[in-house]
């Protein structure tokens, strides 16, 4: 296997005669600080920062006076209703607003533009349907894992392997301590509250769909935050790489404190009944966000290795170990320094809208792994008597490989 050439699927392609597309960006946070706008103007020959929008007026002008955006708004209906008219004609938006994305993600392909969306899709798989309910959407979602070269390299290494055992450890400082580096743009105090309001409003009666509305508050920002903040990229990786998680026997919490959420442990298999441990521990002090993905098959292991997700072109290790011809161990480490995920995830985007090139991971993808957070957290429920409602309850052992739901 070549260490340096990443296979075809997470290679940029030639842009010499690509179109430009132009984008409008919703949501000025610390993703889209320090990965999405950079990025973008990277790839000044891919994309155009046709407009943003955020709730703050201050922040959306200093970001467009940096990227030298002209079309700047506070809501994303003031950028659609732009559109619409023709003011400021779009050809795609990239959210990455807090809280569910379900509700701006449809407003979107209503107005028959494709979206880039940050994780989570939804928070309740009832958003997805309102999704899907529209004919002709076109969603990428956002697991840029998917899109790195050493998970396409760990993918061919897999192929053709019987697993024994997956684990997952993910280690995770406070957001502040991994985004020290970015230099964020300071909080900002010109949101009007009456706008924030509904949002909020909005993200709650998700959660309360998904979860029920006994649930204690603590619970549902595990689920939300935790789970569907980061849980489902390892979700969405082992759908990637293996099919997907195909039981959850159990699932506990433990530590979480004023300081944060602790730590949350699931066990289970993945397709094909190799068994699954995952771990997510909350450490706000610990040096530097790990994350830890190994697949043990019968004659070796596969590990990816990820860092910090905020940090551009930061390379993601996979480490191989197989047994040599002599009967030795071999080990073997490779790194893409050349390749950013999120880049080449801006390129599907791009191969999407010009092309209509499917994308690793839709509406369908998101809603079989919102089955398995769904699944854990209603684990949780069973292991700590929590009263858990809503879709949760509907959950049983879900066949997510095959994307199938519950009976």
Same mark, same amino acid.
């Given at each position: 296997?070549?260490?340096?050439?990443?296979?075809?699927?997470?290679?940029?392609?030639?842009?010499?005669?690509?179109?430009?597309?132009?984008?409008?960006?919703v949501?000025?946070?610390?993703?889209?600080?320090?990965?999405?706008?950079?990025?973008?103007?990277?790839?000044?020959?891919?994309?155009?920062?046709?407009?943003?929008?955020?709730?703050?007026?201050?922040?959306?002008?200093?970001?467009?006076?940096?990227?030298?955006?002209?079309?700047?708004?506070?809501?994303?209906?003031?950028?659609?209703?732009?559109?619409? *008219?023709? =003011?400021?004609?779009?050809?795609?938006? #990239?959210?990455?607003? %807090? @809280?569910?994305?379900?509700?701006?993600? $449809?407003? &979107?392909v209503?107005?028959?533009?494709?979206?880039?969306?940050?994780?989570?899709?939804?928070?309740?798989?009832?958003?997805?349907?309102?999704?899907?309910?529209?004919?002709?959407?076109?969603?990428?979602?956002?697991?840029?894992?998917?899109?790195?070269?050493?998970?396409?390299?760990?993918?061919?290494?897999?192929?053709?392997?019987?697993?024994?055992?997956?684990?997952?450890?993910?280690?995770?400082?406070? *957001?502040? =301590?991994?985004?020290?580096?970015?230099? #964020?743009?300071?909080? %900002? @105090?010109?949101i009007?509250?009456?706008r $924030?309001? &509904?949002?909020?409003?909005?993200?709650?009666?998700?959660?309360?769909?998904?979860?029920?509305?006994?649930?204690?508050?603590n619970?549902?920002?595990?689920?939300?935050?935790?789970?569907?903040?980061?849980?489902?990229?390892d979700?969405?990786?082992?759908?990637?790489l293996?099919?997907?998680?195909?039981?959850?026997?159990?699932?506990?919490?433990?530590?979480?404190?004023?300081?944060?959420?602790?730590?949350?442990?699931?066990?289970?298999?993945?397709?094909?009944?190799?068994?699954?441990?995952?771990?997510?521990?909350?450490?706000?002090?610990?040096?530097?966000?790990?994350?830890?993905?190994?697949f043990?098959?019968d004659?070796?292991?596969?590990?990816l290795?990820?860092?910090?997700?905020?940090?551009?072109?930061?390379?993601?290790?996979?480490?191989?170990?197989?047994?040599?011809?002599?009967?030795?161990?071999?080990?073997?480490?490779?790194?893409?320094?050349?390749?950013?995920?999120?880049?080449?995830?801006?390129?599907?985007?791009?191969?999407?809208?010009?092309?209509?090139?499917?994308?690793?991971?839709?509406?369908?993808?998101?809603?079989?792994?919102?089955?398995?957070?769904?699944?854990?957290?209603?684990?949780?429920?069973?292991?700590?008597?929590?009263?858990?409602?809503?879709?949760?309850?509907?959950?049983?052992?879900?066949?997510?490989?095959?994307?199938?739901?519950?009976?």
């Open positions: 296997m070549d260490p340096v050439t990443a296979p075809a699927a997470t290679t940029a392609p030639s842009s010499t005669a690509a179109p430009r597309l132009r984008i409008g960006v949501g000025l946070g610390a993703i889209s600080q320090s990965v999405h706008l950079p990025l973008l103007a990277r790839r000044w020959d891919l994309f155009e920062i046709a407009a943003i929008a955020d709730l703050s007026a201050s922040r959306a002008g200093d970001v467009a006076g940096r990227y030298g955006v002209g079309a700047r708004f506070t809501s994303l209906d003031d950028l659609l209703e732009a559109h619409r *008219s023709g =003011a400021c004609p779009l050809d795609g938006v #990239l959210v990455a607003t %807090s @809280g569910t994305h379900g509700p701006e993600v $449809l407003a &979107v209503e107005a028959g533009l494709p979206v880039l969306c940050e994780k989570p899709l939804a928070l309740s798989e009832a958003e997805i349907d309102a999704i899907d309910s529209v004919e002709g959407a076109r969603v990428l979602l956002g697991y840029m894992k998917e899109y790195d070269p050493a998970t396409a390299h760990a993918r061919a290494e897999l192929d053709g392997k019987r697993l024994r055992a997956v684990t997952v450890e993910v280690l995770h400082p406070s *957001s502040p =301590a991994q985004l020290e580096f970015a230099r #964020l743009l300071p909080p %900002s @105090g010109d009007d509250a009456d $924030l309001g &509904v949002l909020i409003g909005r993200t709650e009666t998700s959660l309360d769909a998904a979860v029920g509305t006994a649930l204690g508050e619970w549902r920002n595990i689920y939300a935050n935790v789970v569907l903040g980061s849980i489902v990229h979700i969405s990786l082992l759908r990637h293996v099919g997907g998680i195909e039981t959850v026997e159990s699932a506990t919490g433990w530590a979480d404190s004023a300081d944060g959420p602790g730590s949350l442990e699931a066990i289970g298999t993945v397709a094909g009944g190799a068994r699954l441990h995952l771990a997510w521990h909350y450490l706000p002090q610990y040096p530097d966000y790990r994350e830890t993905v190994t043990h098959h004659t070796g292991s596969v590990s290795v990820f860092g910090i997700p905020y940090l551009l072109n930061g390379a993601t290790e996979l480490r191989v170990v197989a047994r040599s011809g002599d009967g030795g161990e071999v080990r073997t480490e490779y790194r893409w320094k050349q390749q950013e995920a999120f880049e080449n995830e801006l390129v599907a985007f791009h191969a999407l809208v010009t092309a209509g090139a499917a994308p690793h991971s839709s509406t369908g993808e998101g809603r079989v792994d919102l089955v398995v957070a769904q699944t854990i957290l209603g684990r949780l429920g069973e292991r700590h008597g929590l009263p858990t409602g809503g879709e949760v309850q509907l959950r049983s052992v879900p066949v997510v490989g095959q994307g199938q739901l519950p009976t």
